[in-house]
């Protein structure tokens, strides 16, 4: 599942139909996210014609009202009516994440028992503890606490879900930037992945 439905205000335009190599930051994320799953959600503002038109080869579009509430209506309105077993939430505007990584977490759910999983940045030799390495995008929670996701609100996203089911996290460590790299300002565009 995608969340694109946020309205890029930093950017200054559509951040999200911008020019990214030979496609747009859209096609790009949908593209890498439809290659590892087999199902796809996108949700999306309703007045975004645009967008769903760009995205209706890759996902299933979920149209919401509420996104100027905060990120946390949008994932809301993702869960809805859920019937998967995982959902990995992933953010639009982060197209830099490897394919590698979303197959990574995508095997580490069928094999955990713990009900959310998040990659994590593998620390380099100068990291002092694996607690400083930064976590990242998709998130993926398992079909026990959809209900839980479904009610977010505002701007916390899933932030409540997670610390409620702090114990019940599993970080699954990779070497990619992209987990923590998304696209604020026309110069993201250009910089070098991490």
Not at 4 to 23: E, H, I, Q, T, V
Not at 74 to 83: H, N, R, T, W, Y
């Amino acid at each position: 599942m995608l969340l694109g439905a946020g309205f890029a205000r930093r950017f200054g335009s559509d951040k999200r139909l911008a020019p990214l190599g030979s496609s747009t930051v859209a096609e790009t994320t949908l593209a890498l996210y439809a290659n590892v799953f087999d199902d796809l959600r996108l949700v999306v503002r309703e007045e975004d014609a645009a967008l769903a038109k760009l995205a209706a080869p890759y996902a299933n579009l979920i149209k919401t009202d509420k996104a100027h509430l905060g990120m946390g209506h949008s994932l809301a309105a993702g869960f809805k009516d859920l019937q998967w077993q995982w959902a990995f939430v992933g953010l639009l505007d982060m197209p830099f994440v490897q394919e590698a990584t979303l197959k990574i977490l995508k095997q580490h759910a069928a094999l955990t028992d713990k009900t959310i999983i998040r990659p994590r940045m593998q620390p380099s030799r100068d990291d002092s503890t694996l607690n400083e390495a930064p976590h990242g995008h998709p998130i993926g929670f398992h079909q026990a606490v959809f209900s839980e996701v479904a009610m977010a609100q505002g701007d916390a996203g899933a932030r409540d879900v997670l610390r409620s089911n702090s114990h019940q996290i599993e970080d699954v460590l990779v070497s990619d930037g992209g987990i923590v790299q998304d696209i604020d300002q026309p110069s993201d565009l250009t910089r070098n992945r991490l």
